[in-house]
């Protein structure tokens, strides 16, 4: 059987915990909270350490020295993080779902996700090139299937 199957978020080895990671680049999207409705809005305009045909980021390891306000996803704060999307897989299994068919742990590559409209491949601009983030809110992030 497969781990995160087997085992609880919390009993998972740091490498099986990166590896639910699909590499979507949802997370690394700039996003707006409304002041008065508290309403989260995602946008097109990832953060600039994005590779935009990959999706991955340039410099992982070090993301925080370039990006102190980069979020890391642990089994600490998964429970605080409501920005992530519906079809984050840390997020899916702490809500008790499981990985959806497009998952790269089912698939073997991130081929399915990309097909799937998952990933934010082909959709999104770097941060770098917007001068007015609000007219670049979108709300296919939001799209989750199985």
Do not use: Q
Request: glycine content about 4%; aromatic content about 8%; some cysteine.
């Amino acid at each position: 059987m497969a781990f995160w199957t087997e085992k609880t978020l919390a009993e998972m080895t740091p490498t099986e915990w990166e590896s639910l990671c699909d590499g979507c680049g949802k997370c690394c999207l700039n996003k707006l909270i409304d002041d008065e409705t508290e309403e989260l809005y995602y946008t097109n305009a990832s953060c600039h350490l994005l590779n935009l045909e990959t999706c991955s980021c340039k410099r992982y390891p070090e993301r925080f020295e370039y990006v102190p306000e980069c979020t890391a996803i642990t089994v600490e704060n998964i429970a605080s993080l409501t920005w992530l999307p519906d079809s984050c897989a840390y997020r899916r299994l702490y809500l008790g779902r499981t990985l959806p068919s497009w998952h790269p742990l089912l698939t073997g590559s991130k081929d399915a996700m990309h097909k799937a409209g998952i990933s934010v491949k082909d959709k999104i601009i770097s941060e770098i090139k917007v001068r007015n983030i609000e007219e670049h809110i979108v709300l296919w992030p939001l799209k989750d299937i199985d």
